[in-house]
């Protein structure tokens, strides 16, 4: 089985600081992790993904995101927070292997707000 | 950029009536899926969809509810008599050959069921 545990449910920066959203997983096999960021009244953006190449994985809008096995994380980061930013983000893991056929996972969310 | 769209944005509806809830996705995709998310509750995973057959459903979907593409460009969600628990946003995914788990969603539909 796998889940998702996004470990606030909001996070309040000033613009001009770092971001960092955390976020860990659970999965029974090598997973793929994304990040989506959902505006007010717009779909779910594909921020970035990790499927097993670089642990690094950098996304759109100066987003990053470390895979880190060890501590089964996957924290997002940006270094400088901007107005346009603050949406909710959501940790998804998707399962590699099995018989699974394209089954994502949610985690619950954070909202980010985003202060002058 | 190319992108999933859904109609209708709201959808209101009497319990035990049925609705479709229809999404258009990425041309070129040829896997499909469907979402949703209960106020206040994570987005859930209710069913993939490839080759004009259900890959994969979840526990919620069941008999109540079926999918189908009618024609080379939609692909529908039809809840066949709607309860209140119904209620809830549903988004439309699609994902193209080889990054089956690398989605693009669309912009939702908020089904409200009174």
């Known amino acids: 089985a796998q889940s998702v545990t996004q470990l606030d449910s909001h996070v309040s920066v000033s613009e001009g600081t770092p971001v960092l959203l955390r976020c860990n997983y659970s999965s029974s096999y090598s997973p793929s992790l994304f990040w989506y960021v959902q505006h007010p009244n717009k779909g779910l953006q594909l921020l970035l993904k990790?499927?097993?190449?670089?642990?690094l994985v950098k996304g759109i809008n100066g987003f990053e995101a470390e895979f880190k096995k060890s501590e089964t994380s996957f924290h997002l980061t940006k270094p400088s927070a901007h107005m346009s930013d603050a949406a909710e983000y959501f940790c998804v893991v998707g399962r590699a292997g099995g018989t699974s056929y394209g089954k994502l996972t949610f985690g619950q969310g954070t909202i980010l707000t985003v202060h002058p | 950029e190319p992108e999933v769209t859904q109609t209708p944005s709201h959808q209101v509806t009497q319990m035990g009536q049925e609705v479709i809830l229809r999404c258009v996705p990425i041309s070129n995709h040829l896997y499909f899926y469907w979402y949703r998310q209960i106020l206040g509750q994570k987005v859930e995973f209710l069913v993939s969809?490839?080759?004009?057959?259900?890959?994969?459903k979840s526990e919620i979907f069941d008999d109540q509810f079926s999918v189908e593409r009618p024609d080379g460009s939609n692909f529908t969600l039809k809840i066949r008599s709607t309860k209140l628990e119904d209620s809830a946003m549903y988004f439309c995914?699609?994902?193209?050959?080889?990054?089956?788990?690398?989605?693009?969603f669309g912009p939702g539909t908020r089904l409200t069921v009174t």
């Open positions: 990790y499927t097993s190449a670089a642990t």
């Open positions: 969809f490839y080759n004009n057959e259900i890959s994969e």
């Open positions: 995914a699609s994902s193209g050959i080889g990054q089956l788990y690398e989605q693009y």
